[in-house]
């Protein structure tokens, strides 16, 4: 009878455990951002392919109505620095500016670098 209730016990313990909440739901959408991070700084991917899918997580971003992470729109405009599109590079650096005005200072250190400058 012991081991009846014990294991009764046991399974209500799993079944409660495994509806506790999961946590906060994250803020921002990262999609495949922090790879392609490090791809970058690995320098093992096409910077052609990186602006790709760092244009997919914005679209998906879009599509669950969550803001993209800090940093994303600031990669982008190095990726477009990088392959010689200083114009979306600036739109870019800008739009990073306008949603993390904390961001500004780099941004700005970005657009007067020499290559990236208009």
Do not use: R
């Not at 899918?53 to 620095?81: C, M, R, S, T, W």
């Amino acid at each position: 009878m012991k081991l009846l209730q014990l294991s009764a016990a046991l399974i209500a313990a799993g079944v409660l455990a495994g509806c506790a909440p999961k946590g906060p739901e994250p803020l921002y959408y990262w999609g495949d951002y922090q790879q392609q991070v490090y791809s970058y700084y690995k320098q093992d991917s096409d910077p052609l392919k990186q602006i790709d899918a760092l244009n997919l997580d914005i679209e998906k971003a879009k599509a669950v109505n969550k803001p993209v992470a800090p940093g994303l729109h600031a990669q982008l405009g190095l990726l477009y620095a990088k392959t010689g599109s200083t114009d979306k590079a600036f739109s870019q650096f800008a739009l990073e500016k306008q949603l993390f005005p904390e961001s500004a200072p780099y941004m700005d250190f970005l657009m007067k670098k020499k290559g990236v400058t208009q």
